[in-house]
């Protein structure tokens, strides 16, 4: 197979070369010229788009690019997707408990076993396109490890059956919680000029939140939204649990004095009206983690938009 | 799974209504088009991606909901079962099929080993180490060539020490004979002796000591006509080591210091009575007395090493009471001379270091005053604790990660340029370089002169001093370098 421009952007030495660095068994009869197809898949879903028409891309590039593949893993996805019963024999003992475990953690007990059990069919290849039998391991590229891809396509397949609204439980569910939040209703006449204060403060707070850096802007939403653990955040984001909690109060505090600054200044209210902004805000949307996390936390935050 | 409630709370100060605000506008993000397959968001969490498409996702993730459940989802399956137990407390310790018998033989080593300890570290009696010191002249006295110092008890030697100045150990002791040891008589017998001591006879000597009797009445004259000071008895702990390595067990083994001394009466009437005599005498005592306290505290450190020696190698009759009578002892261990205690050593992360662990020891003082290298972003910290380790913390300190870079390189210096880029120089050309703070590339150096500086820009742009005070300076992370001559 070559690159949609006809170049080969991995010849056989070099197949032959990541092949035995790979270290994949004998007995999984895997051939240079199987893996240099599945290298060659590789090296053009990273390339193919990004490089100049016709052209491959620089050897350097490419050869960094090969290095940095979890040649094992790519080889055992190479090798169950041709059929050998030998890596597939290996990949159900190592991958099979992970796979059910990660399904569990992401689609609770009862969906589990059915989106675990769709999935191992598609990897062992049920589907037929023009002939060929057609696995879901081609569309691994070595980029991550294996059980990393696994629970990415378990994620996704759960989220979008979600959002089709497979699921029985109503989406309606999820607004129970923030109805109980609402507060008691006030004896005072509502002032007419709330739905004004929050509409601003909504407007300039979204205008600081697209302004942050994305990296701060991520964290918040892993927290506000997402609601992950400061462990969590720290594992998707590369940085110590006590850093992700020093950054979200950094940020959470200069947000806070940005929309001051801005109420103040642009809006020219007085700190009055700031506090009455800050007042009618809690009150709208108050934030209550814990009537959430007594609701259970199985279901994608997503469900509410 | 560990839940926010466990989380440290992040603010110092609640705020809800700011928490309210953000909570609702990151919320409220329009779905985006372009959303990574599933083997990109993979490599994403793995942290495989390129900075530059690190970055490009970050952007796309920030405002993509769709994408970050998807990340959630895989984060909340991805810890593994040992980091969700730990996180949920104390439960995961009684989950697990070997908590019952790990606490039971926990328990049952504890059980067996603490009188054990007790029994090794229990003070050595004085009057034992003072009859144990050699004699300078032939004054006959008796003595007791039981391993005295098996535990060092330091106030107790010195004591000794001081006590046995003008005492003569007993000439012709043989060499270590565990049936000198004296068994402890009971603990009424050792009280009423200590109260109103009177001249042990041969008959009393061998009834606490069968074994021992004959070696040790027919070298004594017992005549103590002074008591035997209830301080010096209160202060002779039971003679453990006796009853440890010899035959002769003693009736008080771990008891009181009243019962199980009352194997030293003997010794220190025999003792006190020397002691008089040398007072008498005209004899230049003082020169003796330095002799014998000189000859006492070698004879002490010896003494150590053998009763050390015995307790690791517990055979009878094996040599090494020597120093009583200070022929055929063997040479003292070279550990041996440790014997006051030190202070506790920590190390740089404030862990006890133990003194027998002396690799830990040496390096422990070598990086007892570390230079911290931080960015300026503070986005990474690092220090070099020696012996080709570098320890990296991505939280300003709180946690330290440990590396090691090369066992036999010495690092003398770093630059933090920014993020998470550190260079290291050593010496003989040695340069390494990160750029995520945890994994490390060695640079081919120009020269394998010793480097002693470093200043740096970026990950690609640094300069080095060599000791010879030529500067090396590289634009491309270290791939060519120009030298300047001073």
Redesign the interface.
Known sequence: MTSSRGHRIVNIEMARKLLAKAAAPPDWQLTAEQFQITLERSAT?RFGSGSAAGEPPEAKASSAYFE?LRLADLALACACSAGCSAAWDHFVAQYRPELY???R??AGESGARELADSLYAELFGLREKEGQRKSLFD???G???LG??L??????R??DDFRRGRKTDSLDDADDGEQHNEPVASNTAPDPEREKYLVM??AT??AI?DA?A??D??R?????????????IG??L?????????K??RT?RE??QQ?EAALLKERKLSEAQLRLC??Y??E???????LR?QAGQSR???A?? | MASREQDKAPYKTPDKAIDGLLRRSLAQTPPSQDCPAPDILAAYYDRSLDSQEATRYDLHFSTCAHCRVQLAAMVRAGEPEAAKKESSGWGWLTQRWWFVPALATAALALVVSVPLIRRIYQPVPTQQVAMNAPAPAAVPATGSESDAATSADTQLLDRARKEAAPHAAPAGIPEKNKDLRVAAPSRGEFSAKSASPRPLSKTQDAERAPAAADSLTAQSEPAPSAPASSAAARRAAPAQSAARSSGVRSSATGSSGAGATGGFTAQNQVRQQNQRQNQQSNQPQNQQQNEITAQVQSQTVQVEAQAREEREEPQAGSAGSGAIGGAGAPAPRSDSKQVTEAAPLYSADGKLVLRGDKAAVRNAKKSSILRIYSSPDDDGWWRLPGDGYVEFSPDAGEDWHRQLLDRDAQLLTGAAPGGRVFWIVGREGVIYLTTNGTKWKKIIPPDNADFVAITARDARSASITASDRRLFTTEDGGRTWRITTP
Do not use: C, N
């Open positions: 879903h940095s475990r990660a399904a953690a992401i569309y691994f590229h980029r991550s490890k990393t891809w629970r990415a396509i378990l994620a996704q759960h989220v403060m909504q707070l979204a939140l942050l994305p990296g802007r991520l918040l939403a892993y927290y506000y939204v997402d609601e992950l653990t400061l462990a969590q594992k998707l590369g940085e110590h649990e006590a850093t992700v909690s020093r979200l109060e959470r947000v806070r929309v800050f007042e805000a809690r709208q949307w108050p934030f209550d983690l814990t996390l994608p935050v997503s509410r938009d």
